[in-house]
């Protein structure tokens, strides 16, 4: 079983225009009025004549276009030489100016590259006060003033002062330590006597105290255990009360009422809800039955369908199939009346080739036109 396929329904339409293009030929091949023998001279004439006309009209284009870039590059030889003037006179105007009216001595910065500034300039150091001898110029320095020895004399007198000055500081340090020392030592043993005295009083309160804390833990013990009593006995009696509640409550007895919710009898408590009754389960049983009823009907009416469209399918297959052989039938049968129409054809130009020769061959050459024009007539 075959199915037409896209590139079945191409090969049919190559097939269709090649049938009218056959179709076209014939029709200008038997008709006599166009048909003729040879080559069409008229419109080889015609297509010479454009082609020499193409050829002059893209000469004649060449030729404007090779006069517009000789003009183009002469045009730009001209601008090219009057820039190159005009660059040179300015050029020439700018260093006029600057020789006339820009000259080194004006300058702002003339002093940092002036030939003379050596000869100008002061000397480095005129005395030790000179306000030009600034820190980074590094012109005079530590121990190098031009009053060196009268500063190294007063120096030398001003370290013997302050060599006296400190023995004399020296002497007074160590009177008033040993002073300060015979002072620490009376403090030092009246702060032991002191602290023999307190440490004795705190070994009094702390037996004190001691006897005072065993005492309030004694009864402290007592009425923990007191307490513990009476808390385990509490606890067990909750404990029944607790048990006792929940074997008469709803959660283990599983009584369905407690399940249900104040917002409508469809509803449920989630956390008291125990699970479906046998009437809704024998529901739900139910409604899947029905459910798969629907199911297998579907199914069986998909498969009708298909089973529907698979024979539509197959008739229209078989029926493409019987169209194409019969247009192979047509096919031969045009193939086969063309070739007889060629075969007759070209036996009639045979025999018209062979009267034409015998009459140039037995008639005068004047007589052959007259001849011809009578017999088609």
Known sequence: MEVAQPKDLEQEFRLARRRHAELCRQKWVFNARSRIIGGDTEAWDVQVHDQKIKEATEKARHETFAAEMRQNDKITCILEDRERRDRKNLCKAINDFQQSFQKPETRREFDLSDPLALKKDLPARQSDNDVRNTISGMQKFMGEDLNFHERKKFQEEQNREWSLQQQREWENARAHQKCAEDLYMKTRLQFDQTAMHLQNLESATRKAVCAAVKEFNKSQALESAERKIQEKKQEQEDSLAEISSLLRGDLLSENPQQAASSFGPHRVVPDRWKGMTREQLEQIRLVQKQQVQE??????????????????????????????????????????????????????????????KEVYTNHPTEDYFTQFNTRSR
């Open 295 to 356: 199911k297998l009907r579907l199914q069986e009416e998909e498969r009708q369908r298909d089973m529907d469209w698979d024979r539509r399918r197959v008739q229209r297959a078989r029926a493409v199939l019987l169209s194409e052989r019969q247009q192979q039938r047509q096919q031969r049968d045009l193939r086969r009346a063309l070739d007889c129409s060629n075969f007759s054809l070209a036996k009639e130009q045979l025999l018209q080739k062979k009267y034409m």
